[in-house]
């Protein structure tokens, strides 16, 4: 834009060519009267150029579905330009900017336009320079300018693009735009999405550093190179589809990060394809839900050091922050490291909803909601405090009318499959994680809600409406069931970063555990101190005393749960877990020589080397 004879025609159609998009001249599209108007010598008022604004505004946001154009336009008031830029996702104003003598001279010197040198002086009068945009000096040389222009319009592009704006990738948009980054943000406009990106700038209208985009050559020539792009979409084969629309799109260095629960071994295929187009590819691990993406969730990346550290600033900045102000997004190691830890991270957090689902139901024989919901605040102000004990006592305490919401939820829970993921993980790597795949399994269980109601009935028990548990033990089972949740977490971590060469650091992803994530607790804290100096939590001399400590009232507390017929699937197996793992001889022996009797399998001797195998003919 500039006012009449600034040369904005030329530069325009110069700018069209570089940048391959169509150029269009808002001159063309005024009415037969406003022409004869202004040959005449007469300037045009508001009035006369209101249809004129009303045709170029309808007809951008054609052009700007279709990936764009250059228009040049003398726009000269602001009032005009907010009609321009009205229902525009993106629109990058550039104003040529010349004195009115260079302005007259090169108008005098041109033939068969309709604007004359006298309407100049009332061009400038009703110039309002815009006060944004990008500012070019018309002395210069049309192929300088546009040179400007462009290298202006590169440094204006977005630091970072979202690709999807479900509920996670809006609230990390936001988190990002907060931040201060100029943010690009892309959904795709079909079936029920139409108006995705539409609703998320109007709803945020106040930021200024957001430009939405529906188009994905669009949205991607948006971004200042190496592009970073966050994908957060839906784990599963929608992430190939979309990765194979990206990549051929982008150039080599660019960064993709894939911020969804992907499983890891997809990520690795991923971070291969990747590597074959010459892009970085960045698996990382979000957890936080919805709260946590916008203000500030954990953040678990794994890939290459190099291209994490281009992409180190903007989630950094945009992670929880600990106890000590650190922030809770760090390195995790390559290929899909960060997708696996944050596969754990899932199943403690089965673990520890589990668990206290099964105190809640224990609980229940014996006390009511609001009761329950006061002895967990007093457990969580000490150092059980953790996250989801928290929103369990919002939980408990939340009524529809005079009835406990909770008794309104059916008794059947889903999954989304990172639990399951984890003990499959843990089975292949020959990881005793027993208390993840309990707590699948108890999901699984509840899932079979007819055949329960049914088998309920012909059993005919009398629930008994009384237990007698001793609060004190229950806290401490509580908290002996939580060490050894961690326990089996960290040792399934310990397993894969030892056969896949990840160098995994536990003090680290403990504290990036501390804040942020859905496993957030007091408990990481303590955790993050201790594996400084101790790579097995159950030797750590803390937890051991713990653990030590606390058995009789685990005992106490499934003697009681077994009475009343509530099972404990979670307490249960950690209780196990520490009696196996404490024991100095287990009952395996039987188990080897059955496997001999029957397969030949051979077994080893207590009185002879480990390495000597033996059979015995058992008949
Ligand atoms: C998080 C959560 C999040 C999600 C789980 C729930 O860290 O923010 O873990 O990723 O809530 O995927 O999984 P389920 O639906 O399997 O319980």
Known sequence: MGVSGCGKTTIARELSNRLDIPFYDADSYHPQENIDKMSSGTPLNDQDR??????LSSNLQEWEAVNGAVLACSALKEKYRKILSRNLKNIQWVYLDGSYDLIMDRINKRTGHYMSGKLLKSQFQALEIPQYGIHVDIAQSPVEIVDQIKSDMESKKSEFGVFGLGVMGSSISLNVADK?????????????EADVVDNFLSENSEYKNIYGFTELKAFIDSLSRPRKILIMIKAGPTVDLVLNQLFPLLEEGDIVIDGGNSHYLNTKKRF????EFGIEFIGAGISGGEEGARKGPSI??????????QVSDILESIAAKDDFGKTCCAYIGPE??????KMVHNGIEYVEMQLLAEIYALLSKQMDYQEMASLF????SGKAYSYLLDITITILEKKEGDVYLLDLILDRAGNKGTGSWSSKAAFDLGIPNTMMSSAVFARYISSF????????????????????????SLEQAYHFGRLINHQQGFKLMESASNSFNWNLNFSEIARIWSDGCIIK????????EEFKSEQDLIQMNSVFEALRKTEQSVKHVLAVALDNRVSMHCLTASYHYWIDMTSARLSANLIQAQRDFFGAHTYQRTDSPESEYFHTNWL
Not at 521 to 528: D, I
């Open 449 to 472: 809600k007819e055949a329960r109601v049914k088998m309920a009935l012909k059993l005919e028990t009398k629930e008994k409406s009384t237990a007698n548990i001793d609060l004190k």
């Open 50 to 55: 209101a249809s004129w604004l009303e045709i």
């Open 300 to 309: 678990m990346p794994g890939g290459s050091a190099e291209s994490y550290g």
């Open 180 to 192: 201060g980054y100029r943010l690009s943000v892309y959904n795709r406009a079909d079936g029920g």
């Open 377 to 380: 605040k007093n457990w969580n």
């Open 521 to 528: 607790s007091y408990l990481m804290n303590e955790l993050h």
């Open 272 to 275: 291969d394809l990747a590597r």
């Open 336 to 341: 899909g490291s960060g997708h696996f830890i």
